[in-house]
Each structure stands twice: as structure tokens, then as C-alpha cells.
């Protein structure tokens, strides 16, 4: 039997400070095959993103295991964490965060420039995902020259660039109009198949979470089943 590519047990996060101690994720459980979409759904505060960010290698569990592929990420140094991120996960989040001084072509290319590949093989790897999200005449414009909708498609693509096992979704679809929202929810699930890339998002549309092969709630710090929707009077 194949391990799950996405591994978690009796996962626990606290937040302390003077004033309170807040415990965000308890006792989570979730196991994810290798190229499955995840989608998790919960209320502002039930700790979507705190979970992503473990996932990601951003934080750390205060309590359970979190294992990605063969990456322990309970028990990582700062030094393995970002080596983690860099080779196994990509990032897209609601805002683009495009580099406002770079092309978009410069801007997907940039993590495989960090992660050493020569600059000519990342802007070919750039150009191409940048073909397949619908952005191949926009090689050489700004952010501030592309649409929000085409701003997210280049930021899906840039987390694409270096070939992640795993990407990780926060919010992907919350800055934009219904038609681009659904241009990329169309991209994220269609990308990440093709790829055979697992993808784990966390968002407030539903639309987008009944896509997922498995759709989850976060609630009380751990999850449980999205309920079916309910039927149209």
C-alpha cells in the first residue's frame, strides 16, 4: 500500500500569550493520496491557514505529526524547512504577490532561479506554464499591465514552475470577479491533475471546494466532512 503523500495525526497547534493561551488545530486528522485536490471550508479564524502553513513548512505543530511525502515537518531545523519548500511545495494565496518590477515571465521563473536552475531552462519552464494558464502574449508585461484575473493565473503558474509534489491554495479565488474566480478554480483542479500534483486548498467558496476529490470543514480545531449541499427549494 502506498504511503499517503499528505499525512496527518493528532495534529495541534496553540497560540500563548500573556493574555491567553488559544489552541487553533486539535487532534487533526487527514490523509491525502499522492495527486488527489483536497478542499477545506470553516469560518474566519478556524485555522485554514495555520494548517497551510504547517503544511508548508511556515510553522510548526505544537503537538502531532505532520508528514509530507518523506518530510517530517514536526521535527525539521529552520535549514531542512526552507530546503522543504523550496523542492516540494508551491504557494498560491489570495493576493498575487507578483514582484511589481519584474515581467510576469521573470516573476514565474524566479523560484527556479533561487533553487539554481540555469536561467535559460527556468524561462523556458516559465514561458510554457505561462502558455498553458492562457498568459502566452503576456510573456513581457508588468503586474500593473495585467488584470486581476491574469495576475493569479501567472501566480499559479509560478508555483507550478519548479515541479512541487504538493501546492498549497489560501483563498485563491477570494480577490477576484466570478468570471476570473472561476477561471482559476478551473486551472488549479485541471493543472494539478494533468501534473498529478496534490493540491490542498482552503477557501470560503464552495463552488470551488465541491470541485475537490475530498472536501473538508475545519471546525473546533479539527476536521470533518463537508455536508452535502443542500437541495434547491
Given at each position: 500500500m502506498n504511503e499517503p503523500a499528505v499525512y496527518c495525526a493528532g495534529l495541534g497547534k496553540t497560540f500563548a500569550s500573556q493574555a491567553e493561551t488559544l489552541q487553533v488545530l486539535q487532534g487533526l486528522e487527514l490523509s491525502v493520496e499522492a495527486g488527489a485536490s483536497v478542499a477545506i471550508m470553516g469560518a474566519s479564524g478556524s485555522g485554514k491557514s495555520t494548517l497551510l502553513s504547517i503544511l508548508g513548512g511556515l510553522d510548526l505543530?505544537?503537538?502531532?505529526?505532520?508528514?509530507?511525502?518523506?518530510?517530517?515537518?514536526?521535527?525539521?531545523?529552520e535549514r531542512r524547512l526552507a530546503e522543504y519548500r523550496s523542492s516540494t511545495v508551491g504557494f498560491v494565496f489570495q493576493f498575487h504577490y507578483l514582484l511589481k518590477d519584474f515581467t510576469a515571465l521573470e516573476n514565474v521563473a524566479m523560484p527556479a532561479y533561487m533553487r539554481g536552475l540555469p536561467r535559460k531552462a527556468a524561462n523556458e519552464r516559465a514561458a510554457a506554464l505561462l502558455g498553458e494558464v492562457g498568459l502566452a502574449g503576456r510573456l513581457g508585461h508588468f503586474p500593473s499591465q495585467l488584470s486581476g484575473g491574469e495576475r493569479q493565473r501567472a501566480a499559479i503558474a509560478r508555483a507550478l514552475v519548479n515541479s512541487p509534489a504538493l501546492v498549497l491554495a489560501d483563498e485563491p479565488t477570494g480577490n477576484l470577479d466570478a468570471s476570473s474566480a472561476r477561471n482559476v478554480r478551473e486551472l488549479l483542479f485541471g493543472l494539478s491533475a494533468r501534473g498529478g500534483t496534490t493540491l490542498i486548498v482552503v477557501t470560503h467558496d464552495e463552488g470551488l471546494a465541491r470541485q475537490a476529490d475530498l472536501a473538508y470543514l475545519l471546525e473546533g480545531g479539527a476536521l470533518r466532512p463537508l455536508p452535502p449541499a443542500e437541495a434547491a427549494p
Open positions: 505543530p505544537t503537538e502531532g505529526l505532520a508528514r509530507v511525502g518523506g518530510w517530517e515537518l514536526s521535527s525539521l531545523p
